[in-house]
Each structure stands twice: as C-alpha cells, then as structure tokens.
C-alpha cells in the first residue's frame, strides 16, 4: 500500500509538472483589487482605522452607559461606586486610545501624501 501511495505521488507530480507551463517570453501581472478604493498605503490605513472606530465606537458608547448605569445601582455605597469608577475610567482610557488611533492615523497619512504628493 505505502508503494502504490509513492509511486502515485511520483506519477502525479510528473504529470502536474507538464501541466500550465508559462512561457518565459509571457508576462504576469498582478492587479491591485482594493485600487478602486483605495489608490495608496495611506487611503488604506485611512479606510481600516475608520472601520475600526465605526466597529469599536458603539463599544465606547455601551460601556459609558454601563458605568452610568452601575452608578445609579451603587445607591451611594462606597465600594461599589470605586468599582463604578474604575469601569468609568478605563472606558475613557479606551476612547482616548480609539481616538488617539485614528488621528494618529490621520496625521501619518496626511505627512506620508504631502510628502510624496500622491
């Protein structure tokens, strides 16, 4: 049986060789498909940040609620307003870094096209 599995395997490279052979004098070229959309790098890292806020924003949004939420749950109990706090404070870390991505974002690629003049 392992015989007839290498014999078929050599046969079959043989013949998968002889297949779909390009000639030397014919050229390939490969299109950019996202050119339509997105014509260089910096429209491209343009587009995914934006697709990033448009995907991580409504988290932000969720999570302020939550935390105004469990603050009227605390009912002014100290313990639970720290933890509200906390909730509270690392959703605003997390916008500043959303935000902070996507002007970063927008600050390289509007260098980058000045630079180039593309």
């Given at each position: ?40 790098f ?7 940040t ?23 749950k ?17 959703s ?27």
């Amino acid at each position: 049986m392992k015989n007839f599995l290498r014999i078929s395997l050599i046969v079959s490279t043989l013949f998968m060789g002889t297949m779909g052979v390009i000639d030397a004098a014919e050229t390939v070229k490969l299109d950019n498909p996202l050119k339509a959309e997105y014509g260089t790098f910096s429209q491209l890292v343009e587009g995914v940040t934006k697709a990033a806020v448009s995907v991580l924003m409504p988290f932000v949004v969720i999570a302020f609620i939550y935390a105004g939420f469990l603050f009227v749950k605390a009912q002014g109990k100290p313990e639970e307003i720290k933890k509200v706090k906390e909730i509270f404070f690392y959703s605003v870390i997390g916008a500043f870094i959303l935000f902070g991505a996507w002007s970063f974002a927008q600050i390289i690629g509007k260098t980058v096209t000045s630079i180039t003049g593309v």
